[in-house]
């Protein structure tokens, strides 16, 4: 076995020390939140050119971060069932 074959087989080992490994789901809460995130850094640095009050991207923010956080938490205790 070659030191490329022992690295691979050391990744990829599944001995239930991680606490989850693989692809899940993402929910719609997750997917407008990263948007909304998104936006805010869009927004943020557009407002001095487009004279945008600089509560608009802040608020973009707290919005996308606030739903990024109950979308994570939705979906994880949808996991659980």
Do not use: C, E
């Amino acid at each position: 076995m070659g030191k490329l074959s022992k690295l691979r087989a050391w990744i990829n080992r599944d001995d239930g020390r991680f606490y989850r490994v693989g692809n899940a789901p993402i929910g719609p809460l997750s997917i407008i939140g990263g948007l909304f995130v998104a936006a805010a850094l869009i927004l943020s640095q557009l407002h001095r050119h487009a004279a945008l009050h600089v509560a608009w991207p802040t608020a973009a923010g707290i919005i996308g971060v606030a739903l990024l956080f109950l979308g994570g938490y939705r979906d994880d205790r949808r996991d659980d069932i």
